[in-house]
């Protein structure tokens, strides 16, 4: 597809269990960021992706949260033991960052329940 | 790295009012700032930017300013409709490696009849 694809749409796991949720980028966006919403709160920025540059990892909330970017293109923001306050909607954009910045593109996000 | 701070927080306005949202940012080096419209259960899209070498820009009902110098940015929403209920984000950023776009905390906007 053209835009932002996020995988699975819906998660949910119970309090303890690791999870992985995946983020397929617009083709050719150097930059991809992971955010978090919880329910009628702003975008928690997590960590921001560019080019071949070491990651921004200054959002992540513990060290239970992980990500990678593998060969530029497809993320996984992994959560490990989690915890009922992961509970959220995880949201994820890519843009195409050249001399002039431009638009970023969401997903439709991975709501995550932890029970 | 850039602070981006967004208010007011909720804002409430009948039908066919004007609706104003401002935001500052800390980093002089920031060059683009968008705005995006997050309507219940969607996800965040872009609805107008603004780049530095301008300060103004506007598209049908919607307009966006930019001051440099006192590092703040506005939107504004004329003749409001209740489609433009949702909520608002600002965004600043800036080239090279400060190029991650910090976000502002959201407006709420409720366009009453």
Redesign the interface.
């Known amino acids: 597809g053209a835009g932002v694809s996020q995988s699975p749409s819906n998660k949910v796991t119970e309090k303890g269990k690791d999870v992985e949720l995946r983020c397929d980028p617009i083709s050719g966006h150097t930059a991809l960021y992971w955010y978090r919403q919880s329910l009628g709160q702003g975008l928690e920025f997590l960590i921001y992706f560019q080019g071949n540059s070491a990651p921004d990892k200054s959002g992540l909330p513990s060290d239970r949260f992980s990500a990678e970017r593998t060969g530029g293109s497809v993320s996984t923001l992994t959560i490990q033991r989690t915890q009922q306050e992961d509970s959220a909607v995880y949201l994820c954009a890519s843009s195409l960052v050249t001399g002039l910045n431009t638009e970023a593109f969401f997903g439709q996000g991975t709501r995550l329940t932890v029970v | 790295?850039e602070n981006v701070e967004q208010h007011p927080s909720t804002l409430s306005v009948q039908e066919g009012d004007s609706a104003v949202i401002k935001c500052t940012y800390s980093d002089s080096a920031s060059?683009?700032f968008?705005w995006y419209k997050q309507e219940l259960g969607k996800?965040?899209?872009?609805i107008i930017?603004i780049?530095s070498n301008v300060g103004e820009k506007k598209d049908q009902r919607i307009a966006v300013t930019l001051n440099k110098t006192a590092k703040h940015f506005s939107l504004h929403i004329t003749e409001t409709q209740p489609e433009d209920s949702a909520?608002y984000?600002c965004?600043a950023?800036?080239?090279g490696?400060a190029?991650?776009?910090?976000?502002?905390?959201?407006t709420r906007l409720q366009v009453t009849l």
């Open positions: 790295g060059n683009y968008p996800r965040p899209q872009l930017d780049r909520v984000f965004a950023s800036s080239t490696t190029s991650k776009l910090t976000f502002g905390t959201g």
